[in-house]
């Protein structure tokens, strides 16, 4: 009786020293919901069924650019707080064990280094590759463009015209990623079908479940995980596994390649740390620009939209020789699209610095998670993105508010940690719908639903619900 009487005692201590701490804390002057002081099992409920970027955008929404959405984590929706997260000290804070999720054989890779001086180090060796003085060099330039060649081939002899694009355009990237990674030992998925095999490993990947229930509580997945894997695959890339540890042994890769930079000096890596940063690289490459242009080119093809693909049409065959970074419409077309839909739409999780920082005017402790995400950065600010939920490629050519759009725009993230593979994935993007549009006029199938085409927010990318977009390919009567 005296022992239950201790045990009772302890317990209602300990849940006492938990209310207070709940009922002092300083994120309590942060609006939220109620529960998101006490719990996130809600925000995790909305990851497990990948809709965490909706709902924290509907709380946005309800409660402003900075809102409270677990015990110890707050989500902003501003320049000024993209600016002090990501940017404040080179690299912004440092990043969460969140992205432990995305280790490759168990190493850390640049994506996933947390602290950003290890990261900042990583990055002086590897950029150089991802230079757009790299990228638009011949060699480099002349494989997209092979490519996007390559994939107008495969539209023109699709049957009755009708071409999935969710499958050939990661097909597409695919191809385009391995020849900057690999080169000459990159992957041919538009024409080889065992290639192609390795792309849907990667892009079909269904382990959301798995990896985030691995992430909160290990234990439980290590003793429970073959259960798991009967309603949460586990993320299993035999084929794209051995694509890279062979193609990262190659000797004498091409110069512009990253393979190049990690056989080259200075860069003391062994072999499946030069293949897990290869890998890495590899499906970032897949599923960012396969998925962003799968939604550009849907919306490009919707009838409300005709009169915008009418447009780059017209744009691109009246400047065939033009290089495709000075096409104005081009160009605005591609930064709407990543605007409305960012592959990756979902927040970038940090830590507050030692000491607490101050955002947007609210005081935050040191080891609160801050974040800010994409979709909501795209659409908070009205007076910056009118009509939001809006496809409107034509808000880029206005010169007013042209400083404004720049500071909110966040699909490649920003700072020191922003994507390193910015350059490679717009070039991939404006080759391939010149490639595109200047031969063929495109149309959703009738088959195909809205709801097809919602987002299946994917912890870091964001792909169709359906995983297809049925498009007719009409030729242009030139």
């Known amino acids: 009786m005296f022992s239950l009487t201790i045990f009772l005692l302890l317990g209602l201590l300990l849940l006492g020293d938990s209310l207070r701490r709940t009922l002092s ?206 309603f949460a695959k586990p993320r299993e890339t035999p084929l794209a596994d051995n694509f890279v540890l062979g193609a990262s042994q190659k000797a004498d890769p091409a110069p512009f390649t990253l393979l190049d930079r990690l056989h080259g000096p200075g860069f003391d890596l062994d072999h499946l740390d030069k293949a897990a940063e290869c890998l890495d690289h590899m499906a970032a490459g897949i599923d960012t620009t396969g998925d962003g242009l799968c939604f550009l080119m849907w919306e490009l093809s919707q009838p409300a939209n005709r009169g915008f693909q009418k447009r780059l049409q017209d744009e691109l065959l009246s400047n065939p020789g033009t290089n495709y970074d000075k096409l104005p419409f081009l160009d605005a077309v591609v930064m709407e699209a990543l605007r409305y839909t960012p592959p990756i739409p979902m927040s970038l999780p940090r830590y507050v610095p030692t000491g607490g920082r101050e955002i947007d005017g609210f005081v935050v402790p040191e080891g609160t998670i801050v974040s800010c995400q994409a979709y909501s950065t795209h659409r908070m600010d009205q007076t910056v993105f009118p009509d939001p939920d809006v496809f409107n490629p034509d808000r880029w050519l206005a010169d007013k508010g042209d400083a404004e759009r720049k500071r909110l725009f966040f699909a490649f993230a920003n700072g020191g940690r922003g994507c390193v593979g910015k350059h490679l994935a717009l070039a991939e993007m404006k080759l391939l719908l010149r490639e595109v549009y200047s031969k063929f006029s495109t149309a959703p199938d009738p088959s195909m639903t809205a709801r097809d085409m919602e987002m299946s927010d994917q912890l870091i990318s964001a792909r169709p619900l359906g995983e297809r977009c049925l498009l007719s390919f009409t030729p242009l009567a030139l």
């Open 25 to 230: 804390s300083p994120l309590n002057n942060i609006p939220g919901p109620w529960y998101a002081k006490l719990t996130s099992a809600v925000l995790k409920w909305h990851e497990f069924q990948a809709r965490r970027t909706t709902y924290v955008h509907a709380l946005h929404l309800r409660y402003g650019p900075a809102v409270r959405i677990a015990p110890n984590e707050v989500a902003f929706a501003s320049a000024t707080a993209v600016k002090e997260i990501y940017c404040s000290g080179g690299s912004g804070y440092d990043k969460t064990e969140f992205y432990d999720l995305f280790r490759v054989y168990g190493r850390r890779t640049m994506f996933t280094t947390l602290n950003k001086e290890h990261h900042a180090r990583r990055k002086r060796i590897l950029a150089d590759r991802y230079a757009n003085s790299n990228i638009m060099k011949g060699p480099s330039l002349d494989g997209i463009s092979e490519r996007a060649a390559r994939f107008v081939n495969r539209c023109a002899q699709s049957k009755d015209g009708v071409v999935d694009l969710f499958v050939d355009l990661h097909s597409y990237a695919f191809d385009c990623v391995t020849h900057h990674l690999f080169h000459p030992y990159g992957a041919d998925s538009l024409g080889s079908s065992k290639d192609e095999e390795i792309m849907r490993e990667v892009a079909f990947d269904d382990s959301l479940r798995n990896r985030l229930l691995e992430y909160y509580n290990p234990p439980l997945h290590k003793v429970f995980g073959k259960i798991l894997h009967l």
